[in-house]
């Protein structure tokens, strides 16, 4: 959370990276929360439409 002004001071290649790497995080956080955090008996992992979805989010803007 602390570091999300970091992303709109960067040049945007890199605002692109650092959001999506943000989004992805947190997207495998929310795996991780489902599976009731038991990471060791299953690795948690994003799907092809995980991916799809944190793409488009960052590409908008609306990653958060």
Do not use: M
């Amino acid at each position: 959370q602390r570091g999300r002004g970091v992303a709109r001071r960067a040049p945007f290649a890199l605002a692109l990276h650092l959001r999506a790497t943000a989004a992805g995080g947190r997207a495998i956080l929310r795996v991780v929360e489902r599976s009731g955090w038991r990471v060791l008996r299953q690795r948690p992992s994003l799907g092809r439409w995980d991916r799809f979805r944190i793409g488009l989010l960052v590409l908008s803007g609306l990653d958060g």
